[in-house]
């Protein structure tokens, strides 16, 4: 018995709905198979103690010392260590979002940091320092091994979807102890590369750090900002200065900050 033309119809269509069903399928399985390895480039949050961040910080200044004499030579120059690391730098815009101005990005799977162009201090030293904020996120948070298979395997170049930022830096402005654990540790890792402890040590000597001109004159050796000198001082327990005021005291180690037990899955 012959089919009628209205059921060979339907049986066409249903057969077509089967097929683009199953193209949706595999391309949808397709994209979380791409979502689950880009998670990968992400580290659970580990707790770091300050001495394991200043230990990675100083493994790589000694490793860029056999790897080149004066590559670890102060002041530390960031973008070196980024060519130690194979990452590379650039300039761009990077347009504010609904927290704010940014600062900086980093895209592990083409191993770039981006710096905002339209920030007015993005030369100088609080350029160093934000690279080397960066360069903590690379070190402590990034699965590196992973970013390199997947860099082969996704064109991030031809496709937003495959554009993968883990982290942003926020304004320079935005207090430290509203970051989130993992911009501590990013922060603090800057400060032991820029400031190596060997460094300050014999920096100090014959210098009284309770006086605003030694403090001057030292930032000036090291090649960082104000700021960036007396918070890695006072993390150091090597002087402390009371909120709201200007003058220093000796260190008071117990008075030092602590980092934020803040946990991310």
Known sequence: MRESPGIDSLVKARDEQIVR?????????????????KLTLFKPYIFYSKEEIERKAN?????????????????????????????????????????GLIVAKIFPLQRRILINSGLPERLGTFT??????????????????????????????????????LFISRSASSP?????????????FASCLLMPRYVLQELRKERDLTNWSHLYAMTKELGVTTSS?????????????????????????????????????
């Open 59 to 99: 493994e790589i200044l000694q490793n860029m010392q056999s790897w080149h004499n004066d590559a670890a030579k102060i002041p530390i120059d960031a973008t070196k260590v980024c060519d130690y690391l194979n990452l590379s730098i650039d300039l761009g815009e990077i347009l504010p979002d609904e927290h």
């Open 176 to 188: 430290i102890d509203k970051f989130e654990a993992f911009e501590w540790q990013a922060q603090y």
């Open 128 to 165: 160093e320092f934000t690279i080397a904020h960066e360069i903590g996120h690379w070190v402590l948070h990034i699965n590196q091994e992973d970013a390199d298979i997947l860099s082969e395997e996704i064109n991030e170049s031809s496709d937003d979807e495959n554009q993968v930022i």
């Open 229 to 265: 000198l007396i918070y890695r001082l006072q993390n150091l327990g090597w002087i402390y200065i009371p909120k709201g005021s200007k003058q220093i005291y000796p260190g008071k180690i117990g008075l030092e900050a602590e980092q934020p037990r803040m946990y991310y899955l």
């Open 21 to 37: 069903l199953q193209k949706e399928n595999a391309e949808l399985r397709n994209k979380v198979e791409k979502l689950q390895k």
